[in-house]
């Protein structure tokens, strides 16, 4: 028996729906992402308890079993994972999310012989698979599991075309028979085709992907809300696509290239695909001494972070050297490029962390015109993002992508490990320039460093 009217249910419902939007709302900026994150949770639980009340559930003790152990899986993951890992961790529960939704559209295969919710079936099964299927790839990739780089075979392109087909027929067929045989059939074409999907996408390109895939789960969700005859599961799956398919369009164009170039840019060798051969050209290196001194008499400094400073763990030692430069009268801004880390806004996530000022973040249009008038520029950890030749080399794989015009400041400072290109497998030239120095080290370490010969100043 349920314990909430259908009015009571419907009103709860809305009252979660709005909750969800005024989420995305608070997601669109670093100043509210946290408010927004809260108020996203506080909904979710609000549909939870209201199914929980609402409906004439069956098997309670294995639907609480299992909710139970998922939270003794999710938790201690969710709050042990580092910065570094959270990309993985988002594509990772964005797979699971996207699985989840194909195996209970699978389920309800037999519920139901209307065609139209067979239909709805065979789409979010089939959105599901490939969504798990290519966000586990591309867990695979940023945690080096599984090459970067593009992997392609002879063929692919007609083996995907096969797969995609047979998978179109496996779900005509389950439409029009309802067979468990056929479904099955067709939930191993759509894992096929999310491998085959997400295989030939390396470098700087796997961000995107997560971001595409996090919009196929929102559509697969959708989806199982007309399976489920559940209005909260449409709009909630409805919101995570229409945003997902959004955040795609605008990181597409922030890496200047279109999202079918990015997935299947490969088979025509358009693919951020570089070498990831160390390069042996001579640099001009420096000391942390001789960058304190540099950046103790700027008048202007800016910091550009990266995945380096991630994977180092050193967000709270760049905060407190901005924190030190300018208590010593210095102006000290950091510039977010879009795609900078692995994920979107990676960047402004660590940097909160560190309880750096939104005040005294900048965007990239908003920086690049100032950069002219910046005495230093800090690059630390990053490289793809600073690249010149995304604007002077049109043969490049990442040419026509929006950078931050870090060269066009007086001096560069590069904070880097060694002389591997960066995740887009580039060379840089900008690290050649006559303007620019590099210190070599952990990022984490580098910073230390610099930090206490500014003080000693």
Request: aromatic share 6%; proline share 5%.
């Amino acid at each position: 028996m349920s314990l909430l009217t259908p009015e009571w249910t419907a009103l709860l419902y809305l009252v979660a729906a709005v909750c969800f939007i005024l989420a995305l709302k608070g997601l669109s900026s670093p100043k509210t992402a946290r408010r927004g994150n809260t108020i996203g949770a506080a909904g979710a639980l609000v549909a939870v308890v209201t199914v929980f009340f609402s409906a004439r559930l069956e098997n309670i003790p294995l639907i609480v079993a299992a909710i139970a152990v998922g939270c003794a899986v999710a938790v201690p993951v969710a709050r042990r994972v580092q910065m570094t890992q959270m990309p993985q961790l988002v594509a990772l529960f964005n797979g699971v999310g996207g699985g989840a939704a194909a195996l209970v559209a699978a389920l309800e295969l037999s519920h139901s012989a209307d065609p139209w919710v067979r239909l709805a079936v065979v789409f979010t099964m089939l959105v599901g698979a490939v969504s798990f299927a290519g966000s586990a790839v591309t867990v695979g990739k940023l945690q080096d599991v599984i090459s970067t780089r593009p992997m392609l075979f002879p063929g692919m392109p007609w083996v995907m075309g096969a797969a995609l087909l047979g998978a179109v027929v496996s779900g005509a067929m389950v439409v029009m028979t309802g067979s468990a045989g056929w479904s099955l059939a067709l939930l191993g074409l759509g894992l096929a085709a999310g491998l085959l999907l997400v295989l030939p996408v390396g470098g700087a390109d796997v961000p995107i992907v997560i971001s595409l895939l996090n919009a196929f789960t929102g559509l697969a969700v959708a989806a199982s809300g007309v399976v489920l005859g559940n209005v909260l599961l449409l709009v909630a799956g409805t919101l995570v696509g229409a945003s997902g398919t959004i955040l795609t369009k605008v990181m597409a164009s922030a890496m200047g290239r279109g999202v079918t170039g990015i997935m299947f840019g490969a088979f025509k060798g358009g693919s951020t695909a570089g070498s990831t051969a160390v390069s042996d050209r001579p640099v001009r290196s420096s000391s942390p001494e001789d960058v304190a001194v540099q950046l103790g008499y700027a008048q202007r400094v800016v910091i550009v972070p990266g995945y380096g400073l991630a994977v180092a763990q050193g967000q709270h030692t760049v905060a407190e050297l901005a924190t030190a430069l300018a208590d010593r009268g210095i102006d000290v801004v950091f510039a977010i490029h879009p795609v900078a880390g692995r994920m979107p806004g990676h960047m402004n996530v660590l940097l909160a962390e560190a309880d750096v000022p939104y005040e005294s973040l900048r965007e990239l249009a908003e920086i690049n015109p100032e950069f002219a008038s910046t005495d230093i520029v800090l690059v630390v950890g990053a490289n793809d993002v600073v690249n010149p030749a995304a604007k002077s080399s049109p043969g490049s794989p990442i040419y026509g992508m929006p950078i931050l015009d870090v060269v066009q400041a007086q001096q560069v400072v590069f904070l880097k490990r060694s002389m591997r290109p960066g995740f887009a497998g580039i060379e840089n030239d900008l690290l050649h320039d006559p303007k620019t120095t590099l210190l070599f080290g952990d990022a984490k370490d580098s910073l230390s460093r610099v930090l206490g010969a500014v003080k000693a100043l």
